[in-house]
């Protein structure tokens, strides 16, 4: 470390910045793979887990040096609008439906989800919505867009938007009665299940990619592209990915890698 002027400089300190959506590091998938890319190459990696949306914007800001988020149309746009160097896929799951087990729309054991979601507007059941521009409730709004629904007209009545995480979006809404639409690590890793179960699950548009971006020196020349693009690489490499399908709780495996399968 250099002083400047009598202050420190951490310009030289190997560590980058990470905006990242909750569902990463409320899974625990962050502390299972991190310490193995930080004792490989010396690179602390300093997670900013935020929604999805709230991500892209302090990455279109400059704050943070990599991008790895869940909502692939906003990615694209990030690198269109020349804030990202490229995505690449680096894993995924799926979102799932859950609801308590008295089920008051009927929906259990659904794999439409767009049915589902037609139920539960018609039975005016509780729906808890994150409602925070994350890159759940982005899919979210794509379903209920899908089925023919607006539930933000019915905002404070059925439709609960807690402007929260996902984590405190399944305790309010387990808290109430709701269903809840979650990723399924975070849904895995929750630890106040109570009674709730899986209701809707397997519809294909339930699909759940993540990506990865370099954020773009040329926007913002303070960004650490080489210590980036090295925490891409290992997340692309065999040992990034084996360490990413090595990561379960429960016996269950919350993420499936799928780099280089599918990039832009």
């Keep these: ?16 910045v990470v905006q990242s959506t909750t569902s990463t590091q ?33 990455a279109v800001n400059g704050d943070g040096d990599v991008l790895f988020v869940h909502a692939k149309p906003a990615e694209e746009k990030f690198v269109t609008d020349g804030f990202g160097v490229s995505r690449a896929d680096v894993m995924y799951n799926d979102f799932v439906i859950v609801g308590p087990s008295d089920d008051p729309a009927g929906v259990a ?22 409602g925070d521009d994350s890159g759940t409730h982005k899919a979210e709004r794509r379903l209920w867009k899908a089925a023919g629904i607006d539930p933000t007209a019915s905002s404070g009545d059925w ?18 009665g709701a ?7 975070t849904w895995i890793s929750f630890g106040n299940k109570g009674d709730y179960r899986i209701a809707v699950e397997g519809d294909p548009v ?49 993420f499936f890698p799928n780099a280089n399968k599918g990039q832009s």
């Design 206 to 254: 339930l699909f759940n990619q993540y990506g990865v971006i370099l954020v773009n020196p040329e926007a913002h020349p303070h960004v650490k592209a080489l210590l980036g693009q090295q925490f891409i690489d290992w997340l692309l490499s065999k040992e990034g990915q084996d360490a990413i399908a090595d990561y379960k709780v429960d016996g269950q495996q919350l």
């Design 1 to 16: 470390m250099t002083i400047v002027s009598g202050q420190p400089s951490f310009a030289d300190e190997k560590f980058i």
């Design 109 to 130: 054991g659904s794999s439409d989800v767009t049915a589902a979601l037609k139920k539960i507007a018609d039975a005016k059941a509780l729906f808890a919505s994150r």
């Design 159 to 176: 439709y609960r938007e807690t402007g929260s995480g996902m984590g405190a979006t399944l305790n309010t809404g387990t808290g109430m």
């Design 26 to 58: 409320n899974s625990g998938l962050f502390d299972h793979i991190l310490p193995i890319f930080q004792k490989k190459t010396g690179i602390e990696v300093r997670v900013v887990a935020v929604g999805t949306g709230q991500a892209i914007k302090n």
């Design 179 to 185: 269903y809840v639409m979650t990723d399924r690590a």
